[in-house]
Each structure stands twice: as C-alpha cells, then as structure tokens.
C-alpha cells in the first residue's frame, strides 16, 4: 500500500471554510424533536421562535429566517433600496464580489463599491464624497453596507459608530452583512459581557443585520434577516419571489436556535486554534502570515509555492484554499490536534528539498 495516498479512514482536518461543519449529535436531535407547521403560512412554531430569538439578540422588531446570507443580503437590499437607487459597499465585500451581482441583476440596485483598508473599512471621507446629490443625474445613494467580521478581521465599534452615524445624517439607511456576526461579537469585547450582549451592541447601530447560521455557529443551513417590522414585511414579499419561502423549515430552524444555545460562547475556540496556526505558521521559513484575526488565518507562501504545499497538505488530508496567499478557517470540526498535524505536514513540505514529498518523509509522518 501507498502511504502517500491518504487513507479513507484518516480524519481530515477541514480548514476551507467555517461552513464544512457537520451537525452535532445533540443539534441534530433538536432538529428530529422541532414541532413543524408550514412557514409559508406562518405557522412553524420553531421557525417563528428562531425569529422571535434572533430578533431579541439583534435587538431588532423582527427577524425572518433565509435558506442562505446571499437571499438574506439581497432581501434587505431590495427591502432598502427601490429600482435605481444605490447602495455603497466595499470593494472586495461580499454582497458585491461574491453574490453574483445580485443587487443589479435582481434588484436593479446600482452598487457604489469603495476601495477598502487592509481590515476592510472603507475611509468616512470616501463614504461622504460618494453620497451623490438630488440631482436627476445620479442614482440615489440610499443605503451604506458594511460587511463585520470582513476576511476575519473585527471591526472597531469607534469605526461602526462613526460610519453609520455619517450614514443616518446624510439620511442612508445601514445594513450589516454579519455572516461572522458572532465571531465579531466574541472577538470584541468592549461590546458587552456576554457574546449575545455584545452581540445586540454591534446590532444596534444598523438598521438591518444579517446573520449566519451555517458558517462558525455550525448549522447545516440558513440566515436569519432582523431589522424593523415593516423591513422584514416588505423582505417577506422578496423572499418568497427569490424562491426562499420555505415549509416545514422548522427542522432547520431548530438546528439554528440549538446553535445560538450552545455555539455562540465557543467561538472563543475556534479564535484560540486560529492564533495557536497562526503562531505555529509564523516560525516557518517560506511562510509569512498576513493576518489571524478571529477564525481566518491568511498566509503568502513565497516562490509560488502556494498550490505545491496545498497540494502536499491535501495528501495528508489538511484542506485549505488559496493560490499565492492560502486561507485556513478553524470552526468546530477542528481541534488542537488537527491544528498542529497541519503545522507538522506545513513544516515537513519546508523541510524537504524541493518541496515534493519523498516517499520516506511520506512514510514517517502520521496519517492524522
Ligand atoms: C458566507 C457569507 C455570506 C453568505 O453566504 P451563503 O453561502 O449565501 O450563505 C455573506 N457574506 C459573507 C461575508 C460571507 O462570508
């Protein structure tokens, strides 16, 4: 047998994305137990208690539970914004980059994208000096979205503060795009004591906050949309057009409320793997780590040698993205040992010659 194919047994340490979790046992008997109905209707008790939960945290009136952060974002900008209307967004943020330009092409919503910082602000001056004027010749700039946490990184509630309070004096509305929601609120202590008090402080200066559930909080499926009554009335209408109005959801629901039970504080963990990579990675020659913030390690590999240690991590069954810069996401389907055999296997690809694996250094390593 050949020891440089990884065995079908071997446990895999998933590092791709926060949304490869599997539901845990006692999530999935919440899900088998959830009392269902037929959501379109209205009436899935454990859909509507997940609303009435998520909406409580935010702090917000309402809250309506979305198949995915995508629908979940557009709603809110279609809630927002009317046909020709724009909304002002990062340039390498979410709703813009990576929704497949769903604000334009479904909403008819016109995206004002900005450059951002290397944490993912965009500069108050740049925000001002893109709100267009009552003029007939521009769209009307109508909302501001920012993305928290964005590429892992939190950010400061002095910059929340200030970016949406430019945004409600120039009359925007402000939608957040909190897929890492909680991670930022964990991650931000100031806000609160408790993960759900700093949680509704981040809420509180935005008008609408989109949350996910599948990604660090680890439920198979969903988002949640929370703002005010008539928001999440009129995102009701768009949901269902956008396809997302479901039935006996109730199951998945309760996957999510199980989440918001017993995920939220343990982000905490997932934020000390990602230091303890981090900290592994830096001491290897090769390698810089460009930022470790949350649960989102980024790493340059110089010489192109990006796609051969991927490569090389995969056949040890450690999964990552990336080219030049590679991505590890800790989530909790990781712990310590998976962190630190793919820091063994990232320091065995260094140590051989050319990088490639040679049959002894492939024998001797562990197959975790
Ligand atoms: C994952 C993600 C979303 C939503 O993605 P879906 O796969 O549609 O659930 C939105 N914004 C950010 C920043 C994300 O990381």
């Not at 995508?70 to 900008?77: H, I, K, R, V």
């Not at 970016?163 to 004096?169: F, G």
Request: charged letters at 15%; a negative charge.
């Amino acid at each position: 047998m050949n020891d440089m194919t990884p065995k079908s047994s071997a446990p895999v340490v998933d590092l791709r994305s926060d949304t490869v979790t599997q539901p845990t046992p006692a999530m999935r008997a919440a899900m088998l137990a959830a009392p269902l109905g037929d959501d379109v209707f209205g009436d899935d008790p454990s859909v509507n208690a997940l609303q009435a939960r998520i909406a409580d945290i935010t702090g917000k009136e309402a809250a309506l539970f979305m198949p995915t952060g995508t629908q979940s974002n557009l709603c809110a900008l279609m809630s927002h914004c009317q046909r020709g209307d724009e909304y002002i967004v990062g340039q390498l943020a979410h709703t813009y980059r990576y929704e497949a330009g769903g604000a334009a092409v479904l909403g008819s919503i016109q995206p004002q994208p900005l450059t951002q910082g290397a944490s993912g602000e965009m500069q108050l001056a740049d925000i001002a000096a893109a709100i267009k004027p009552d003029d007939i010749h521009f769209a009307r700039t109508r909302l501001l979205c920012l993305e928290n946490t964005w590429n892992g990184h939190p950010m400061t509630l002095a910059y929340l503060a200030q970016a949406t309070a430019l945004a409600r004096e120039r009359g925007l509305a402000t939608h957040l795009d909190g897929a890492r929601f909680f991670n930022a609120a964990v991650a931000t202590p100031e806000a609160g004591a408790s993960a759900h008090a700093a949680a509704r402080h981040i809420a509180s200066y935005f008008d609408s906050v989109s949350v996910c559930f599948s990604k660090g909080l680890g439920a198979p499926v969903g988002s949640a949309l929370c703002g005010s009554r008539d928001l999440i009335s009129r995102a009701l209408r768009w949901r269902k057009m956008l396809g997302g109005g479901m039935r006996q959801s109730g199951m998945l629901a309760a996957a999510a409320s199980h989440a918001l039970d017993h995920h939220v504080e343990r982000l905490a963990q997932d934020h000390a793997l990602a230091q303890r990579l981090a900290a592994g990675l830096a001491g290897i020659d090769g390698l810089s780590v460009r930022s470790a913030q949350t649960n989102i390690v980024f790493v340059d590999v110089a010489d192109g040698r990006g796609p051969a240690l991927l490569a090389h991590l995969a056949l040890h069954g450690v999964l990552a993205t990336g080219l030049i810069g590679l991505r590890f996401v800790t989530h909790l389907n990781v712990d310590e040992a998976g962190i630190d055999h793919a820091l063994a296997c990232t320091h065995e690809f260094f140590e051989t010659q050319a990088g490639a694996v040679s049959p002894a250094t492939a024998a001797g390593s562990a197959v975790y």
